[in-house]
């Protein structure tokens, strides 16, 4: 039987592809393996967000390569969609597929055969199947499930692309612009979930408040709220909404989430930045008003949500003052951890062609201010709810931790815990006490 390892990098959107593609794998008969362990096949399904993580991505195919250097290679992603010359230089690399092409993937494997796969075959040079954004934007694939902690939470796909054009992100171009799948697709993919045994589901797009899909028949528009009252009637225990941009979360949307207990006290909002200049040279679509209401109202609707925020530093222009405008602000919100990114040039964006960089030393100094900000942030909240009993998702996995074995699993409101394993808890959502405090690691609990 031939063997295949899938590596992702990214966001939730390419790990809930990865595992649509080890489905299609394994419907082929193939053997799924761990990444790092010596498979027939390999894929990379990558990300292009910044250089980091393109280079990232360079290092992960050579290191692959030198360890297993028969191993059939193939490339997809953002990065591939972006650069595949780049990754087709690497000496090694089989097949380079785009974004249209990646849940495609069999139909460029010709004669697919399990016990002599015409893929398992060296070949000089890669081939590359990229499309054109023109037919990236034609369409959309479905994509759920992934096993992120063992059958316990699923990713589910309900919109990809992205029509916002920020200045600084590519994600445009390697994803195309905003498509929905229909909302009927989305709760069957839903359904299929929950019959497999996930407690959890994550929605999962580009920009998933966004989520729109204009039904040709009734002529009815449906809009992510419709996806979650959909999703509250089919029995889910969870359903975490995750990322959302601050000027799509809606009260209507804010008031489902209060009156049922499916829907985790948890959002993640990006802000990008908190200085007005900034915001504008960004091309944001909400202004610094408009995130500082939307966190106030969240904190009195929903006072224990955990609230996670996205923010980039040293954008071109953004000076000490801007920058101090940022920390303040974010300083000034009750709000649960930042997600700190520094901001990284991409070819093809508008930002790229600005003036008044920021130098690479200012940048890692700024994140380093932010995240600390975040590690104070996250331990405030955790210590807010020592004493108190929280519904836990425990995962399935053994964490060991100084010779110990423990289980560990996510709040409602996103707080990490951990208990001493017991296999009787896995994939179980339990009441639990939240006991002590362990930095902003994992908090213990007890039953
Ligand atoms: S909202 Fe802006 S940052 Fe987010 S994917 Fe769209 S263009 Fe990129």
Known sequence: MKSVALHTLGCKLNYSETSTLAKQFEGKGMKL????????????????????ADRECRQIIRS??????????????????????????IDGVDLILGSKEKLRLFDYLENFDTESPSCVFKENGAKIY??????????????????????TRAFLKIQDGCDYNCTFCTIPLARGGSRSL?????????KKIIDAGYKEIILTGVNTGDYKYSD????????????LYGLDKLGIDRVRISSIEPNLLTDEIISLVKSSERFCRHFHIPLQSGDAEVLKLMRRRYNVELYRNLIHKLNEELPDAGIGVDVI???????????????????????????????SERKNTLAAGFGNKVDIRTRRNRSEILRSISAKKKYDFYSKYIGSRQSVLFET????????????????????????????????????ELNNLN?????????
């Open 33 to 52: 393996g761990q990444y790092g362990e010596k498979t027939d096949v390999f894929v990379l399904n990558t990300c292009s967000v910044t250089d980091n």
């Open 64 to 89: 692959v390569l030198r360890k297993n250097p028969d191993t059939y290679v193939i490339v997809t992603g953002c990065y591939a969609q972006l650069q595949p010359e780049e990754i087709s230089r």
């Open 130 to 151: 990229v499309s054109g954004l023109d037919e990236v934007n034609s369409e959309i694939s479905a994509a759920y499930s992934a096993d992120i902690d063992s059958r």
């Open 182 to 190: 229909p909302l009927e697709t989305v709760l069957d993919n839903a």
């Open 216 to 227: 040709s028949d009734s002529k009815e528009t449906k809009k992510l709220i419709d996806v």
């Open 313 to 343: 530093i040293g954008f071109p222009g953004e000076t000490d003052e801007y920058f101090n405008n940022t920390a303040e602000f974010l300083s000034g919100l009750n709000i649960s951890y930042l997600h700190v990114f520094s901001y």
């Open 397 to 432: 996995s053994v964490v060991r931790i100084d010779g110990k074995d423990y289980i560990e699993g996510w709040t409602s409101n996103y707080i990490r815990v951990k208990t001493p394993y017991n296999p009787a808890l896995q994939n179980k959502i339990k009441e639990v």
């Open 439 to 447: 930095g902003i690691g994992p908090a213990d609990c007890s039953l």
